[in-house]
Nanobody, 124 residues
C-alpha cells in the first residue's frame, strides 16, 4: 500500500496559479503510476492526468490542456500538478492516486491508493 499526502490547495482568483503536491511513501513507488483526479460539487470525479515515475504521461483532460502540467521529483517521491490560468470551473477537490503498475490508466477504478484530497477554489 502507498500512502499519499496532498498539499497546495487553496483559494485563488481567476487567472491565478497553484501548485499541488502529492508526497508518496510506502512501497517502491518507482513501480507505480500516479494520477490526478478532481471532483467538483455535484459532479462525478474526473481524471485529469497521470504520469509514470519514468516520466511518461497520459493526455490531459481537454479542459485543462495548456494550463496544467504534471511533473515529479523522484528523489522526494513527490508528484506535482502545476495549475495556471485557473478558471472558476476548475474549482474542485483534487485527488492524487497511485496505481501499482507502470502502465498508465485514466479510469478511477484502476487506482488502488488515494490521498485525502485538497480543495481548490477559484473565484471569479
Amino acid at each position: 500500500q502507498v500512502q499519499l499526502i496532498e498539499s497546495g490547495g487553496g483559494l485563488v482568483q481567476a487567472g491565478g496559479s497553484l501548485r499541488l503536491s502529492c508526497a508518496a511513501s510506502g512501497r517502491t513507488v518507482s513501480t507505480y503510476a500516479m494520477g490526478w483526479f478532481r471532483q467538483a460539487p455535484g459532479k462525478e470525479r474526473e481524471f485529469v492526468v497521470a504520469m509514470t515515475w519514468t516520466g511518461y504521461t497520459t493526455n490531459y483532460l481537454d479542459s485543462v490542456k495548456g494550463r496544467f502540467t504534471i511533473s515529479r521529483d523522484n528523489a522526494k517521491n513527490t508528484v506535482y500538478l502545476q495549475m495556471n490560468s485557473l478558471k472558476p470551473e476548475d474549482t474542485a477537490v483534487y485527488y492524487c492516486a497511485a496505481r501499482r503498475s507502470v502502465v498508465l490508466a485514466d479510469t478511477e477504478s484502476m487506482y488502488a491508493d488515494w490521498g485525502q484530497g485538497t480543495q481548490v477554489t477559484v473565484s471569479s
